[in-house]
């Protein structure tokens, strides 16, 4: 069944990203002058910034209540932080096309133009989308469960993994939102929600390709595949943010969780005589070709349209494709139960 390898994409995604952290742009000592100033300034050129000067002058000192809160504060200085690197990354871009230098990368990341604030308006735009996939699909999926297919006695669904599939809806939505907010804007702490997020959602997906390949029904079983993955998946978040943000280690956590999974499902896929075989199929090239977009890093188009946006902007049909699969997936067990109760 299903679709295991975009929502591997979808994790290993920003699992990638994070490990090209120290990049081209950011190692120009020009470069890092002009942060280093404008972190002790405030201001690049004549541009002042306002979370920059607040941080300088002290202000917070006599400010009321919920300015001196340490997560206000923090904020403050990440916003200072971003706005310092970015508006010094346009001067450098500027620089560096005025001598006919191609654009490079700064932390990780190619430099986008800001659009109304957002850093990176396309893939915010696309994340939307693909949150907005993802409640459309669980929704139809609910209606269907509880108002078109039949019910058993006590007004529970047939489905046996009916739970487990809002729970992936929930997660997909979480995930897709940190995702919106972190490319909106890259701060420590958006950082952070986004990574986490995208790792519980991976690791989330994994134990439900067990559990639904191997056809788990029972309890006891469930837990003993769940409970050594989630006690895994929880230390890994803890660690990334309590401990060290290392993208290295979290690539590779990210990479074979995403291949484990990715086996599952093709395995089943080629063994199951499941109807909604060709869904899966469809997701499964549609996934691989989405792939491409990500090694295939190309600087963003106009400052706007990079291979990640792209990336983003595929998985919103084979979401789409992917729920309804799912949908499939509880009509055909329902009446292949119901048979059986019969
Ligand atoms: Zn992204």
Not at 100 to 108: A, D, I, L, S, T
Not at 235 to 261: P, R
Request: net charge neutral.
């Amino acid at each position: 069944m299903v679709d295991p390898r975009w929502i591997t994409f979808i994790i290993v995604l920003p699992c990638l990203v994070g490990v090209l952290d120290a990049s081209a742009g950011d190692a120009d000592p020009l470069y890092r002058d002009c942060v280093r100033e404008c972190e002790t300034t405030g201001c690049v050129r004549e541009r002042c910034f306002t979370n920059c000067k607040f941080l300088l002058n002290g202000s917070s000192i006599d400010g009321p209540w919920y300015m001196q809160e340490p997560l206000f504060l923090h904020w403050r200085q990440w916003d200072c932080q971003s706005d310092c690197r970015y508006h010094c990354m346009v001067e450098r871009e500027k620089e560096r096309a005025a001598v006919n230098q191609g654009p490079v990368k700064y932390h990780g990341k190619w430099p986008f133009r800001r659009l109304y604030g957002f850093q990176e308006p396309v893939s915010v735009a696309f994340s939307a989308l693909n949150l907005a996939m993802h409640f459309h699909g669980w929704l139809s999926f609910f209606i269907l469960l509880h108002y078109k297919l039949p019910l058993k006695q006590d007004k529970q669904p047939y489905y046996d993994f009916t739970g487990l599939w809002h729970i992936y809806a929930l997660l997909s939505m979480n995930s897709w939102f940190w995702s919106a907010v972190f490319h909106s804007r890259d701060v420590v702490l958006t950082e952070r929600l986004d990574y986490s997020s995208a790792v519980a959602l991976l690791g989330y997906s994994l134990i439900l390709a067990i559990l639904r390949s191997f056809n788990v029904r029972d309890e006891a079983g469930r837990v003993m595949v769940a409970a050594p993955l989630l006690a895994f998946i929880t230390t890994h978040i803890l660690y990334l943010n309590n401990y060290k943000m290392d993208y290295g280690w979290n690539m590779q956590v990210c990479v074979v969780m995403a291949v484990t999974q990715l086996v599952v499902w093709a395995v089943w896929a080629g063994v199951t005589h499941h109807p909604s075989r060709w869904k899966l199929w469809i997701v499964v090239v549609g996934g691989g070709l989405a792939m491409l977009l990500e090694i295939y890093d190309f600087p963003p188009y106009k400052g706007y349209v990079d291979a990640h946006a792209l990336w983003h902007a595929t998985t919103v049909p084979l979401t789409f494709i992917w729920w309804s699969f799912i949908r499939d997936d509880a009509e055909f067990r329902t009446s292949n139960l119901i048979k059986k109760v019969k």
